[in-house]
């Protein structure tokens, strides 16, 4: 399964999602920030790849469904309610990160 977990800058958040799952046996991550300044932007191809996106907040779900409505008309987006309050691999985001998605992987 491809996981696409997306922030705003692609900077801390989304970027310590991928690395959870860096050599899993069945499933695949990429991040992607929704600003223009983010270390990779989301783009078309991104959402074309994933089968489940993650989002860290409300914010990212609406400027996703306001750029790539169509992209995103069959893919399940889930909004995981984790503020940027966080620093790249901070063992309280890495357990967050957990909790929150152990329901839909």
């Not at 491809?2 to 959870?20: D, G, H, K, M």
């Amino acid at each position: 399964m491809n996981l696409l977990f997306i922030c705003s800058r692609n900077q801390w958040r989304s970027p310590t999602a991928e690395q959870l799952f860096y050599r899993h046996p069945t499933h695949q991550a990429r991040s992607a920030g929704t600003s223009r300044n983010a270390r990779h932007t989301v783009s078309a191809a991104d959402i074309a790849w994933a089968d489940h996106i993650f989002v860290m907040e409300e914010k990212h779900q609406a400027r996703l469904k306001a750029e790539f409505t169509r992209a995103l008309q069959y893919k399940p987006l889930t909004v995981l309610d984790i503020p940027d309050d966080y620093r790249y691999m901070d063992a309280e985001l890495i357990e967050l990160l957990q909790t929150s998605l152990q329901d839909y992987l």
